[in-house]
């Protein structure tokens, strides 16, 4: 979308990683914000335009994709990636006051939550049974609602404050470095090129050949585009029938990115474009000034060259 979003949904309710990240953006969190039950419903809330952007969570360093996100865009959403955003997860154990380690049986919380505290939860709860929720500000809420002495959840620290609970452990995620990168969508809209941008596509594949990702690839190789990730995800379609979801540095406004989706459009069954949109990263800013810096030093020195081509008689 070209225009600034008035309104945000975003993956709820109040307390999830989703609203951190989205509390990043001053642009976003100075508009009506919408908290939506599950991720479909939000994708699904920009689809019919109730709200003009959606805000969700796309990967996690620790466990991957998160499938949902993944296959709605790709399979039942023709949506487009507007900005992505990498946040540092840290979780943390909470349960009701007056709730020891001990007595916890149950602990509940997102799945991608549970999976990212598998040491922990083997460690300190060995016995308790784990059960999914729709979010990990969603468990904390039900807990807080509904007290439970025998229950806990996975959730951030900040939910403690939100939803009334104690926190019994924090940091219990495997990995300190775990991040976890969040992307906002709209019906429509590419952003301008900054110099330091990320392209999503999917390639779909008309029959399974030997060869058929090697020749994918060799399309980027040719023009030395470089790929940060590449996934392939079933199409629904059947038993080992697979699409290809690929990121690449660069943007559809760039003249070499342009040329290699164009030939992987015309050699392909299809090709679904997800959206050019700045790259996220501690380097980003500083790599898209110098772009920009470079640019304009180009710009000079064709001027330059320009200014002295001789004047027509």
């Known amino acids: 979308m070209t225009r600034p979003a008035t309104s945000v949904g975003y993956?709820?309710?109040?307390?999830?990683?989703?609203?951190?990240?989205?509390?990043?953006?001053?642009?976003y969190a100075a508009a009506r914000r919408e908290p939506l039950a599950t991720i479909v419903d939000v994708l699904d809330a920009v689809d019919r335009g109730q709200v003009d952007v959606g805000f969700v969570p796309l990967e996690n360093g620790i466990e991957?994709?998160?499938?949902?996100?993944?296959?709605?865009?790709?399979?039942?959403?023709?949506?487009?990636?507007?900005?992505?955003?990498?946040?540092?997860?840290h979780l943390a154990?909470?349960?009701?006051?007056?709730?020891?380690?001990?007595?916890?049986?149950?602990?509940?919380?997102?799945?991608?939550?549970?999976a990212q505290c598998r040491k922990f939860l083997h460690a300190e709860v060995s016995g308790a049974r784990t059960v999914a929720a729709e979010s990990t500000a969603e468990a904390a809420r039900a807990l807080s609602e509904h007290p439970d002495p025998?229950?806990?959840?996975?959730?951030?620290?900040?939910?403690?404050?939100?939803?009334?609970?104690?926190?019994?452990?924090?940091?219990?995620?495997?990995?300190?470095?775990n991040q976890t990168r969040f992307?906002?969508?709209?019906?429509?809209?590419?952003?301008?090129?900054?110099?330091?941008?990320?392209?999503?596509?999917?390639?779909?594949?008309?029959?399974?050949?030997?060869g058929n990702l090697h020749s994918i690839l060799g399309q980027f190789a040719a023009r030395d585009i470089n790929l940060t990730k590449l996934e392939?995800?079933?199409?629904?379609?059947?038993?080992?029938?697979?699409?290809?979801?690929?990121?690449?540095?660069?943007h559809i406004g760039d003249e070499i990115v342009a040329d290699c989706l164009r030939d992987l459009h015309a050699s392909l069954f299809r090709v679904k474009f997800l959206g050019s949109y700045p790259a996220a990263g501690r380097q980003g800013p500083d790599r898209r000034r110098d772009a920009?810096?470079?640019?304009?030093e180009a710009d000079r020195w064709i001027q330059s060259l320009r200014a002295q081509i001789e004047p027509r008689e």
């Open 11 to 27: 993956f709820g309710p109040a307390g999830t990683f989703t609203e951190q990240a989205l509390l990043t953006q001053a642009d």
């Open 64 to 89: 991957g994709s998160v499938p949902i996100t993944l296959d709605s865009l790709v399979f039942d959403f023709d949506l487009l990636i507007q900005r992505e955003v990498v946040l540092d997860i």
């Open 93 to 114: 154990l909470l349960a009701n006051e007056g709730t020891k380690l001990s007595d916890i049986k149950v602990v509940a919380s997102f799945p991608h939550a549970l």
């Open 150 to 177: 025998s229950a806990a959840v996975i959730a951030p620290p900040s939910a403690a404050q939100t939803y009334g609970l104690a926190v019994l452990a924090e940091a219990i995620e495997d990995h300190p470095e």
């Open 183 to 210: 992307v906002a969508v709209a019906a429509s809209g590419v952003p301008r090129p900054t110099g330091h941008d990320r392209t999503s596509i999917v390639c779909f594949q008309g029959a399974d050949r030997p």
């Open 232 to 250: 392939s995800r079933p199409t629904k379609r059947g038993l080992g029938d697979y699409c290809f979801v690929i990121d690449l540095e660069g």
């Open 292 to 296: 920009d810096r470079a640019w304009r």
